[in-house]
């Protein structure tokens, strides 16, 4: 069960620090766009991962060692939805996982990041995209992690994506063999390529349609950094009952932009857009950290 007790203040606290975190990813994520060779970027699904990603790299959750990601026992991570990867670069960049230079002129032949993570980007285990290959991996990492040494397994999926019948196979197997280290997030962002602002094929109980495969399932709001680090350190440290976990983070595509056009696919951001983006991206941080400011202050005064 989750609480629905006031946050703590030193959680509320770490909860800000997030936020400005968050705002950083947007900021680097932004700029791999202006400064592709191409200047393309799929902005919408990287964007409503980027809540999901902050949790678990800088929320005390993944446990990986950046020095040498082939090492074993680990936590791993998998990038199901791999149009996200902007996001994921931008984040295993400020972690050392390879150097900034890395995020500037993506997508051209010299380049190793492009629109779909691959094991040539250090960090990352396989390629992934939009098929759902990625969850049915991740399974595999899991069996393997019951053995020895022992280890976690975190997957990102969307909801475009699971409409792809490779999802519901691992869902099937998963819930089958009780794989209890397993915890997927699904970026129920309500969009994919085909429509960026309406499924195919509308999920509404999709929190239902995983408990009846065996599963552990929370459904919350995934705008937020409290409900879903929540979630994530009730699987991370909760005793487990054999069951995988899901957490359904109901979001936007794009979620995160000031501008509509966030809300797109695989696009092109004119730069006079890409200017005023970044700006107010830049503004928002700005706010968030003179609040965190404010309340330290706030917090030595008492």
């Known amino acids: 069960m989750l609480s ?24 680097t994520t932004l700029k791999q766009g202006v400064e592709a060779v191409d200047k393309g970027i799929h902005i919408g699904g990287a964007f409503s991962a980027v809540i999901p990603l902050v949790c678990l790299y800088y929320g005390g959750i993944v446990r990986p060692n950046v020095a040498d990601p ?25 972690l050392g996982y390879f150097d900034s230079s890395v995020l500037k002129n993506s ?18 285990h396989l390629s992934t995209g939009p098929m759902g290959q990625g969850l ?42 009780r794989l209890d280290n397993l915890c997927v997030i699904v970026d129920k962002n309500e969009g994919q390529l085909d429509n960026p602002r309406q499924l195919q094929f509308p999920m509404p109980n999709l929190h239902q349609q995983l408990a009846a495969f065996g599963w ?24 487990r009952d054999g069951r995988p ?18 809300v797109s696919h695989k696009v092109e951001i004119p730069d006079a857009l890409a200017a005023q983006e970044l700006e107010a991206q830049k503004h ?7 609040e965190l400011q404010e309340f330290w202050c706030f917090l030595g005064s008492n």
């Not at 997508?107 to 990352?124: Q, T």
């Open 284 to 290: 928002l941080r700005d706010q968030r950290a003179a």
């Open 245 to 262: 976990t899901a957490i359904v983070a109901n979001t936007r595509k794009g979620w995160g932009g000031f501008s509509s056009f966030m």
């Open 216 to 239: 552990r399932v929370m459904d919350l709001d995934g705008t937020q950094y409290g409900p879903l680090l929540q979630a994530l350190r009730a699987f991370r440290f909760q005793p």
């Open 70 to 94: 082939l090492q074993p026992g680990q936590d791993l991570f998998v990038l199901s939805k791999g149009h996200a990867v902007a996001a994921l670069a931008s984040i295993y960049a400020d």
């Open 4 to 27: 629905d007790t006031p946050a703590s203040i030193e959680e509320q606290g770490y909860l800000k620090l997030l936020e400005i975190k968050d705002s950083d990813i947007r900021i």
């Open 136 to 177: 049915a991996v991740a399974q595999g990492f899991a069996l393997a992690g019951k053995g020895a040494p022992r280890f976690d397994v975190y997957c990102l999926t969307g909801d475009g994506e699971m409409q792809e019948g490779t999802i519901w196979e691992a869902v099937m197997y998963s819930g089958a063999k």
């Open 107 to 124: 997508r051209s032949w010299e380049s190793i990041l492009n629109g779909h993570p691959g094991p040539l980007l250090p960090g990352i």
